[in-house]
């Protein structure tokens, strides 16, 4: 008998067998798959449309209300338009002043686009039985 045989796993073979016989790569990996659900991973259900399978798990929404993305990328225009402004000669020799008006249009937007989603945390915290919990 060849070792390529002797590491094969057959049917007829008991726990203890397979166990030896398998890898620890592959030991771990079936760990792994067994302990998906303990990280809160959904349960996966299949839907039939048409031809196609797909695979539909069941999720809530993530609460998120973009305050604090809006926030950071607006203090990051701010400081970019900032740090421009030492070389705003510079900039127009080049031609380049657009880079200085890119930074301040993306700092406006940016506080329009910050008061929006302030509205919006508000507005979905005042409606009763939304998702979102006054904190």
């Excluded at 390529?4 to 796993?9: F, G, L, P, S, V």
């Excluded at 380049?96 to 302030?118: H, K, N, P, Q, S």
């Amino acid at each position: 008998m060849s070792e390529r045989e002797d590491w094969t796993i057959r049917e007829g073979d008991g726990p203890q067998t397979v166990e030896r016989k398998m890898g620890h790569r592959e030991r771990e990996r079936l760990q792994r798959a067994a302990r998906r659900h303990e990280f809160g991973r959904p349960e996966l259900t299949e839907l039939d449309i048409g031809n196609k399978t797909h695979k539909v798990a069941e999720v809530e929404p993530m609460d998120v209300d973009g305050v604090r993305t809006m926030t950071v990328g607006t203090i990051l225009w701010g400081v970019l338009a900032i740090a421009l402004l030492p070389f705003l000669g510079n900039l127009e020799s080049s031609g380049r002043t657009w880079w200085m008006w890119t930074a301040v249009a993306g700092f406006g937007l940016g506080l329009i686009g910050l008061e929006y989603c302030r509205r919006r945390k508000n507005a979905l915290r005042a409606q009763p039985g939304g998702r979102r919990r006054a904190a």
